[in-house]
């Protein structure tokens, strides 16, 4: 896969939905990879005695997923130079699993630094879980 | 508890050094769902003109999160851990992070804002290597869920 070049790449732009999938054994890999291990990610029990619906994905879980759809977009992982978002609803992940919906629309273009922004959407059970999330991407 | 304003605007020391490895980066990348060969093969990073592995684009947080510790762990901060919730998050690279490097983490704390009851609480963390290349600078809204 090629890096994306300016030339390819217009306004409005869009990509996905790409569909993925989060279990229970995804949070424990992320908890793991991460250090983060917060054990309302992992315990169902513990999640419910704090008030929560189910067991929840790390926010950054989340958000690093939606980095992985936008760095295939950009077709280099070191082409994301600028990504930041909001948590606005947790991603809730019951024993049989969850998914997170991703899809991304190109905002502007700086034609002199080659540089697009990219606006996306993250979805969970219908609701946005991602708020404000853009990342900036270096074209070729 | 209200999160301690005493704290807004102070510098901790230089934390680390962390040593990235391609280990790290790989399972990392594997639990976020990246299949980008770029994170996996030193092989595949290098024709992509990287010297290493590099990290996908939110693994910076694991080091910034690790340098937020002295502040968050403080007692005097006043923050209580169990009523944290994470509710922002923004990362520059200056350059992907890469296998091999040494960084060190310079955390600030920004602001603390309370509102509705809760407080706002926003660090940065800017990641160097030991040689003082800058790698990518890091800023973290918390917010401390007030009590019932």
Not at chain 1, 4 to 30: I, K, M, N
């Amino acid at each position: 896969m090629g890096v994306r070049t300016l030339a390819q790449t217009a306004v409005g732009d869009t990509f996905g939905p790409v569909t993925l999938p989060v279990s229970r054994e995804t949070l424990v890999a992320y908890a793991n990879a991460s250090g983060d291990q917060n054990p309302i990610h992992q315990d169902e029990d513990f999640a419910r005695s704090v008030g929560l619906p189910d067991v929840i994905a790390h926010g950054m879980w989340t958000m690093g997923a939606a980095g992985s759809v936008v760095e295939e977009w950009a077709g280099d992982g070191g082409r994301v130079v600028e990504f930041g978002t909001r948590f606005t609803k947790p991603v809730v992940v019951p024993a049989g699993g969850g998914e997170v919906a991703v899809s991304g629309v190109v905002k502007a273009l700086d034609e002199q630094t080659r540089r697009a922004t990219v606006e996306l959407t993250a979805t969970s059970g219908g609701a946005k879980v991602l708020g404000r999330c853009l990342a900036v991407v270096q074209l070729d | 508890m209200a999160v301690n304003a005493d704290f807004v605007g102070r510098t901790y020391p230089p934390s680390g050094p962390y040593a990235v490895d391609a280990a790290a980066l790989t399972a990392f990348a594997e639990a976020v769902g990246s299949s980008d060969p770029v994170h996996r093969s030193a092989e595949a990073a290098r024709a992509a003109g990287y010297r290493d592995v590099i990290a996908p684009p939110t693994f910076a947080v694991t080091l910034a999160q690790e340098c937020d510790r002295q502040f968050i762990e403080d007692p005097e901060a006043g923050i209580d851990f169990s009523r944290v919730v994470h509710g922002e998050q923004r990362f520059i690279h200056h350059r992907p992070i890469t296998a091999g490097d040494e960084v060190l983490g310079t955390l600030t704390v920004d602001t603390v804002r309370e509102t509705g009851g809760h407080a706002m609480v926003t660090t940065r963390t800017e990641l160097a290597t030991t040689t003082g290349e800058a790698v990518c600078t890091s800023t973290s809204t918390i917010v401390v869920r007030g009590g019932e």
